[in-house]
């Protein structure tokens, strides 16, 4: 198995930048992510938590003799479960891929908090773990490496891709805006 995880802040506040999570996709850092469908989405009335799960379409650039070994295309499926709790400022994203699912495993939970020093930043934290299944065990350990170092990189892309969604997100607010003594 292999673990991956990295910190970040956004010099956005929380309430900007989990609004601007549900316009992540399309970006062109993200080409790669070709539909987000909705599956389910709830309120929790208590609590006044939002959950979500959608279904991701993706075209994985797999080498073509991975693809004929194991009988797979390029376009792959991930699941992704989201909660967001507006009182707490706590965004939850857990998803796991289901094409391929018995050879490789990928785990990724993400979250997005309010920065307990300065409001007017976010927090991210993504954490990942790779596990080959057994049908790949010879290959398991490089199979794995092979993912971290494509996760790695993808996320570096996702988290540029999405500065750009919310310096695009904080003009369409500023547009919106109406002048001085007009409403």
Known sequence: MKLFKTLHEFSYEWSLVSAANWQKYPNENATHVKHVDVLNRSVDPETGIL???RLFT???????????????GTTHYVREVSTID???KHLTMNSVN????????VEEKIEYMEHPEDPLKT????????SAGSLVS????LLEEFTLRR????AANGREGFNKVLE??????EGRRYPEGEQ
């Open 123 to 130: 927090q991210f934290v993504q954490e990942a773990a790779i």
């Open 58 to 72: 993706v075209n994985q650039n797999v080498p073509t003799i991975i693809q004929k070994i194991l009988g797979t």
């Open 98 to 105: 289901l094409t391929m699912s018995n050879l490789l495993t």
């Open 151 to 154: 996760f790695q990189q993808n």
């Open 86 to 88: 507006p009182r707490r």
């Open 51 to 53: 959950t979500t799960e």
């Open 138 to 141: 010879r290959w398991g350990s």
């Open 168 to 173: 695009r997100f904080v003009v369409m607010a």
